[in-house]
């Protein structure tokens, strides 16, 4: 079966940064996707990868290796608003979103 | 607001009832999307439209049925639910076509469900 894994919840300090992982096992590759989710809120896009390695937008960065089935999220500088949950996603070789369940991660003073 | 616009925000319905949900978009996109989203779970896809055509539907009971009148406007009518429905329902909408922003899907807020 197809599967996308990620922490259930992580916490960091403010100020700090954070690595959220995603591991996938998927039939085929098209792209990863990484979505945040405030609580009550729409989840919002953050960014692709479809090609090897880091991605750098501003205080977030999204690494790929497409090799290992591993993307990561990388948070600097965190900030309270960054408390939210992350979700990864990938399309397979059918263009299917396969989702993970989510990373909650909590931003403490 | 994402530009994705979904109503009500929360609804509370008996077994018995019948219900709908509303999302509307105006980005121009081709495509929208039911999902249902339980806590601590992936995101489940439950239909597909595009250019108006239903695409997918993945295996979702009967007591859901999407309607998409046109481009912009997706509902989800609610008949009979039981219990386990109780989730927030996602409606989302993507460009579609080809190229690196095809898939990259706009969300609403969500619908809260709570089925009694």
């Known amino acids: 079966g197809q599967n996308i894994d990620q922490p259930t919840e992580m916490t960091a300090t403010e100020g700090a940064i954070v690595q959220i992982n995603c591991t996938y096992q998927?039939?085929?590759?098209?792209?990863l996707f990484w979505y945040q989710q405030h609580a009550g809120e729409a989840p919002t896009f953050l960014s692709y990868n479809v090609l090897d390695g880091l991605e750098e937008k501003g205080r977030f960065s999204s690494f790929l290796s497409r090799s290992k089935g591993y993307s990561y999220l990388l948070l600097k500088e965190l900030q309270m608003k960054d408390s939210a949950s992350y979700l990864c996603a990938v399309i397979d070789s059918n263009y299917q979103l396969i989702w993970g369940a989510g990373t909650k991660l909590i931003i403490k003073p | 607001e994402t530009g994705v616009t979904q109503t009500p925000r929360h609804l509370v319905m008996g077994m018995t009832n019948k219900k709908s949900l509303k999302c509307e978009q105006h980005l121009g996109h081709n495509a929208m999307y039911w999902y249902k989203q339980s806590a601590k779970k992936p995101l489940e896809l439950m239909f597909v439209y595009s250019l108006e055509e239903r695409v997918e539907n993945n295996s979702v009971p009967s007591r859901f049925s999407p309607e998409c009148p046109n481009s912009s406007h997706l509902f989800l009518h609610l008949h009979t639910l039981q219990p386990e429905d109780s989730a927030l329902y996602l409606c989302?909408?993507?460009?579609?076509?080809?190229?690196?922003?095809?898939?990259?899907?706009?969300f609403g807020a969500g619908s809260r469900l709570t089925v009694l």
């Open positions: 998927t039939s085929g590759f098209n792209g």
């Open positions: 989302a909408s993507s460009p579609g076509g080809e190229g690196s922003g095809a898939n990259v899907l706009t």
